[in-house]
């Protein structure tokens, strides 16, 4: 599989001609997508987490019982109560109503709550893009980088493993 640093030291070309090899999602960051991939699934109107953290509802409060278990398919469909808090994944799926993520900097946690130090903005680490996907939509095209953020999308959707390019 080709990875970046690959690339850079060697200054070897990237073609999507290469042989694809099929691994698991955990495993491909920094690699080439060697495929198109599709929507498995279709999805309603959603944001996604632009980094790793807590969601939670903003508001004056500090303290946020921990909400644990949550599968990410099951996110959309989540009703954050204004006293809980989520832990996300960069690139995945937003619980419904939660409108800022607190990264762990900032964060003391225990197994049943979590205290912010320091609050963030409101909407801090979430994407405004609102947009649903139809199954079939093409959600990445081959030849891109793969991302954090990509992996925690493609998690977000069910895909489990993905073509990368080899040398």
């Known amino acids: 599989m080709i990875k970046v640093n690959k690339v850079l030291t060697d200054g070897a070309a990237i073609s999507l001609k290469s042989p694809i090899q099929k691994i698991g999602l955990e495993n491909t960051l920094d ?80 197994d049943k709550s979590i205290l912010i130090t320091i609050m963030p903005e409101q909407f801090a680490g979430v994407s405004d893009n609102l947009k649903p996907i139809a199954k079939g939509d093409i959600v990445f095209e081959a030849g891109i980088l ?14 489990m493993e993905v073509g990368v390019c080899e040398l």
């Open 31 to 110: 690699c080439v997508l060697g495929e198109t991939i599709y929507a498995p699934i279709s999805t309603s109107a959603f944001r996604l987490s632009t980094t790793a953290g807590y969601a939670f509802i903003h508001s004056e409060r500090h303290q946020y019982d921990l909400i644990r278990d949550v599968s990410i398919a099951d996110r959309l469909g989540l009703n954050l109560k204004s006293t809980e808090a989520l832990w996300v994944e960069a690139g995945t799926f937003m619980p419904e109503h939660a409108d800022t993520i607190v990264t762990e900097d900032y964060v003391m946690a225990n």
């Open 146 to 159: 793969i991302t954090q953020e990509v992996i925690g999308f493609l998690t977000s959707l069910g895909v």
